[in-house]
């Protein structure tokens, strides 16, 4: 297995730093891209941002992509294209689960700051916070164009030949080139208040993400952002249609299950380090969100 090539089944414990980015780096320095095969088989990946696009194609089940305060449905055969900077979530469809690739590459791999290719083409990504990203229809023709790019990409990536490099780019700068073209269309701008709250709200998550092991209220994640608990309330309504609370439950439980798979540990330990000082409380809501109680997740997932 390569650096580019990367096979994630486990993203409940994606590393964020104090603004919600995450922290993993794609590719290398001098090439900065991987590649991703995910199987979310009921599972989800968290709420978290990055400096990279990330281009991803649905090969088995469906996929729910949720940015900002949209929701987009993704069946086999099509993909979604997520813009530098955007704060989502990706969401499998419970037993029909959603197996997908995903490419995620930096803008600079297209062109460097000082050139035309970031000045004219890469900027009107980098720099338009009202463009979150958009599914890609097989049905319409240049998006079908796009998805077969994209799995030409993380073929490349996967193959390594000679030469890999210079296919990468040009496939990606066709993508990068035919979306840049449809922006009028793919995109409205948004008002402020939405991109405010949209960045308010990565912050607090990085805040739960960082601290969801300790006794945390509404006025500690509020706090985190420099808001009122009430402002707190509508940043997260607004942005993931969900409670703060609700949302520190929820990752408590998805981090939970990540320790009950990776270690052999007493299940009541990992509940006191997800947070849960309570462990009936924690059984509860474990089966609530799992659908088992602990120690039945852990007997299935050692099968």
């Known amino acids: ?87 989502h979530s990706i969401v499998g469809d419970g037993s029909n689960g959603g197996l997908f690739r995903s490419v995620v590459f930096h803008p600079r791999l297209l062109g460097s700051t000082d050139s035309i290719f970031w000045q004219k083409y890469l900027r009107a990504f ?20 796009a998805a077969k790019s994209i799995a030409e990409v993380y073929s490349a990536l996967k193959n390594a030949n000679e030469g890999y490099e210079f296919v990468i780019r040009e496939q990606l700068s066709h993508i990068i080139f035919n979306t840049w073209r449809q922006l009028p269309a793919l995109g409205e701008s948004s008002s402020i208040k939405p991109l405010r709250r949209a960045d308010r709200t990565k912050t607090m998550l990085s805040f739960i993400h ?13 706090t985190a952002a420099m808001v009122s608990e009430s402002e707190c309330l509508r940043c997260f309504h607004s942005t993931i249609n969900t409670t703060p609370i609700q949302y520190l439950i929820e990752y408590r439980i998805h981090r939970a299950a990540d320790m009950l798979t990776q270690s052999s540990e007493k299940i009541s330990a990992v509940a006191l380090k997800c947070g849960f000082q309570d462990f009936s409380y924690f059984t509860r809501c474990f089966r609530k969100i799992k659908g088992c109680t602990p120690k039945e997740f852990r007997l299935k997932a050692r099968c």
């Open 1 to 87: 297995m390569t650096e580019q090539n990367t096979t994630h089944n486990e993203h409940s414990c994606i590393a964020t730093d104090k603004y919600g980015r995450e922290l993993t780096e794609h590719g290398s320095a001098i090439f900065p891209i991987a590649c991703y095969e995910t199987d979310l088989a009921g599972e989800y990946i968290p709420w978290h941002w990055h400096d990279d696009f990330e281009f991803m194609i649905v090969e088995s089940g469906t996929a729910t992509v949720l940015t900002d305060s949209e929701k987009h449905t993704v069946t086999a055969g099509n993909g979604f294209i997520i813009n530098c900077g955007t704060l």
């Open 126 to 145: 980098t720099e338009n916070k009202s463009f979150s990203g958009f599914m890609l229809d097989r049905r319409i023709g240049w998006q079908k164009d």
């Open 210 to 222: 960082s601290n969801f092991a300790e006794d945390i209220s509404i006025r500690d994640i509020a």
